[in-house]
């Protein structure tokens, strides 16, 4: 796992979707990340990069309708300037979904879950805070 700390923006796999975010003109970008995870039959294993943009993606639509996500970057930022409007209720409601799903069963948990990896408590600490978030 490329990640060097437990924030949503702190992984390989957000860094280079956030990049893409900034040529997203009507939230498909979003909507996409978290159907991945949210629309999963429960029986699918669910990759940990995906796992990652989705929980980016969740962190992006918080943000859009209140407290900004600590660690926002940049460009995240410029986009939800421009266009946060574009999360509706139902993006929200998508996006609780997305977070709700790593957290109970995928990949990205299994592997802060690991006896090496350093930071379990504050990643689900970090989970936690986001669905409130979004709820």
Known sequence: MGAWGTGAFENDEAGDWVWEL????DA???????REIADADASD????????????A???????????????PSEATV???EHARLV????????AVAVARVVTAS??????????ADGLESWHENMAALLARLR
């Open 22 to 25: 900034e040529d997203d003109d």
């Open 28 to 34: 498909s970008l979003l909507v996409t990340a978290l």
């Open 45 to 56: 294993y669910l990759d940990a990069a995906d796992c990652s943009v989705a929980v980016a």
């Open 58 to 72: 969740a962190e992006v639509v918080a943000s859009a309708r209140g407290i900004r996500s600590p660690g926002l």
């Open 79 to 81: 986009w939800l300037d």
């Open 88 to 95: 509706t209720d139902d993006l929200v409601a998508l996006a």
């Open 107 to 116: 990949e990205l948990r299994e592997l802060w879950e690991e006896p090496a």
